[in-house]
């Protein structure tokens, strides 16, 4: 709402004291053109103090208003009643509008039969109903709808806002795709604003070569279509921007049940922003595509909330939130994405984006096993440059489905390279799912084999796997063989791939648990089948369980034969022991075990509760 007064407080005082305070107006001031012709006897809303005033247009002054263009299409024959086709009147109205140089083509409350497509040819038309469930524009029950509203080729600065698109849910079957409801070609500033779409099995607003468009405050219920049959090659997300398109901005809708994707950019520069996305299918947004190179680059995903996406039904494919693909310093920020069949946000063959303070949880109901997860997607560039700052990723749920916080897909060093992953929080993956142990990021699948990124400072679990039992333990009297046997003298056992070790790099075991100590308690490290140097406990407490951890060190600096090993021995809280030793085996070429070991006499007893495999 406007307050007028702002605008030219003395020039319109005089009509604000002769206007009696109405309870609805016909529209606002910034709802009107400055071109065409307008009815006197029309109310317009002023704000004072407060308090909205209908004023009649007449008592408005000229040079404020200006030359009002606003056609109303019952004036040209359109049924309100929905009982007749108004396709006819509709472009009446609009070629008036054209012929007046631009206006408001104004649509009552009412439903609206279109059995064709209506052409918006000229710039500066809008299209303005009285509310999205108010002035209704229905689709005619034929063979697959046409499209409903096109601008002509380049047409600039087009506005549709305040109606509702109600399609007539006719299916293609078989392909093409069905048409679009809203197609803008081309042009300039054309935008879609509190607009309602349901029913159509084509993509709702669709922006065709087009430069700073817009769709806002508007909402979209079971739209799209997602296959017949066994086809799974119609894809018709309810809002779309090809490559083509520059600067396309889709934020602060409401998308519900959209049948594949909600938002599919292609186009660079674009946003897509503060969006409610609830059970659509394939994916909530996608971005790119590998296949069209410079798809999607440049654009920013921030503030999106996604909750639950489904996998498609025919082909069980699809089922992530947000996904990414092939494309060049985008920004992927705030979004939180949860209950999705499938992987949180994928990132594949992505370049120098960043991805900063989103939070995955609960994902993976169905099948994959992410919240976040780089894809090189098959033969393509690994993603590179990526900084992944201060993000979330949990599943809380009594039977998780989550099986990774984050995870890295590809051969070799082939998922990521020159990443930045820093100050990330992965807390919580201590179980399993499917049998597998739960882990924060998946270090077997190479995050960790390229010494080009930069894994640092990230929260418990991240870049660790904890593998232990609630509580293994080493009775009295067990003396420590070759790894493997006698299974009872193992307290903790990881395997260290080829290659994680890496340049100035280190992994780390965290043990703990208690011991009571009568005799003597020895550590053993192996690696492979060779035993490691020996930890003694300096000291015993008989018939006393107490708390102790052990922490080890494996490292190299230069990734020759034989690994060096440090340890610190904290018992009942206080340091007891520390030193170091080599290992025989090479980590960078062979895959070994890490093997913890604990031989014992007499009267003692040693228990681990859990322990931990970090890279430094």
Known sequence: MTDWLALDRFAIEAAVRLAASQPQCNYTFEQLPRTGAVNPTDLLCIERNGTNYGVPVSLIPTQIIGSIGYFNVLTYGADATGATDSTAAIQAAIAAAQAAGGGIVFFPQGTYLVSATITIPANSISLMGVGMGASKIQSASIVIAPTVVQTASGVSYVSISGLGFFGNSVNPTPAPNAPSVIAFNGGVGNKVEACYFTGNTGSCVSFLGVTDGDVSQSRFLGTGYNGAGTSNSLQNAAVFADTASVGIRVQDNHFDGCKYFGVQIMGTGCEVSFNYFHACFISAIRVGQVSSSGAGNNCRVIGNEVDTVHENPVGSLGGTGIYLEGVFNCTVQGNIVHNVDSDGLVFAACQQCTIVGNTAYNCCQTGNDCGFQFNPQASSAPNAGMVFIGNVSYDNQGTPTQLNGMRVLGPGSGGCVFAVILGNSFNGFTGTVGGNPQRGINANDNILDDDTNIVEGNSAWLDRQHLGAASTTVAASVTATAVGAPSGSVLASVNVEKGVMGNNRAIRLTA???????????????????????????????????????????NSADNNNGQHFAYELFYHGILVASGGGNLSVDTTTTDNPLTLQATTGSGDSITCQAYTYTRE
């Open 512 to 554: 703990y648990g208690v011991a009571t100590i009568a005799t003597s308690v020895t550590f053993i490290l192996s690696f492979g089948s060779t035993l490691g140097n020996i930890v003694n406990f300096p000291e015993t407490t008989t018939g006393t369980a107490q708390p102790w951890r052990l922490e080890v060190w494996l």
